[in-house]
């Protein structure tokens, strides 16, 4: 078993909608979360971190951490196209220098 | 501030040979990390170097090696390369902390 699960999708939604990606991980030594967000043939992008529990907003982007589910969310509101992209979340150690990253989401926002 | 810079972007290289890949890190981040990315496996750590000094491995074999230079930046040399080693190759820097930033990737083709 992996220590981080994150359904590959495909996840397609209209423009507009709010959407729900997910990631599940069994390591309770994880304190520090990410969301990287990567388009095709590109390298992945930073676009949330979070440390411990709770939720940290950005714009559109919320994250939400539930270490005592060892559950990690990233919502997008009002989807854009330009949102397509695959969505992998990444986490680590307090003191460990590699982070364990989740398979990714492929997601398509629909005009 | 510049971004994470990966030289070459495309590689296409025959069995056996070996393979240099570049990195630059953002400026002023001394901690070089470097990942492999397969559609089978995802993203999967190699090493990580700090001040030159490699703090970190993952569980590669010993074909892949690295090194980092007085100023930051980085190679990673894949010897007598094998058709599995074809793979985005992408190196993050960061200041050591937390989060870390990735360049666009040298993709490696193995033929």
């Known amino acids: 078993q992996k220590e981080v699960e994150q359904d590959p999708g495909p996840l397609s939604v209209p423009e507009g909608a709010i959407v729900s990606l997910n990631c599940t991980y069994s390591?309770?030594?994880?304190?520090?979360f990410m969301w990287y967000r990567q388009y095709s043939r590109k390298g992945p992008e930073l676009l949330m971190y979070t440390y411990s529990s709770g939720n940290k907003e950005d714009g559109r982007f919320t994250a939400q951490v539930d270490k005592s589910s060892k559950y990690i969310s990233l919502f997008i509101r009002d989807s854009q196209p330009s949102d397509s992209a695959t969505y992998l979340c990444?986490?680590?150690?307090?003191?460990?220098?590699?982070?364990?990253f989740g398979s990714g989401t492929q997601l398509t926002v629909l005009p | 501030k510049a971004g994470v810079t990966q030289t070459p972007r495309y590689l296409i290289k025959t069995r056996g040979q070996q393979v240099t890949l570049s990195c630059s890190p953002i400026s002023g981040h001394r901690s070089v990390s470097w990942y492999q990315q397969t559609p089978g496996q995802g993203l999967q750590f190699l090493f990580e170097?700090?001040?030159?000094?490699?703090?970190n491995k993952g569980n590669f074999p010993g074909r892949f090696s690295g090194r980092q230079f007085s100023n930051s930046r980085s190679e990673m040399n894949v010897s007598t390369l094998e058709l599995g080693d074809s793979a985005l190759y992408l190196c993050?820097?960061?200041?050591?902390?937390?989060?870390?930033?990735f360049g666009p990737g040298t993709r490696l083709l193995v033929l």
């Open positions: 390591n309770s030594a994880f304190q520090y």
């Open positions: 990444a986490m680590k150690e307090g003191s460990a220098r590699q982070l364990t």
């Open positions: 170097y700090f001040s030159e000094t490699q703090r």
């Open positions: 993050a820097s960061s200041t050591g902390q937390e989060t870390q930033y």
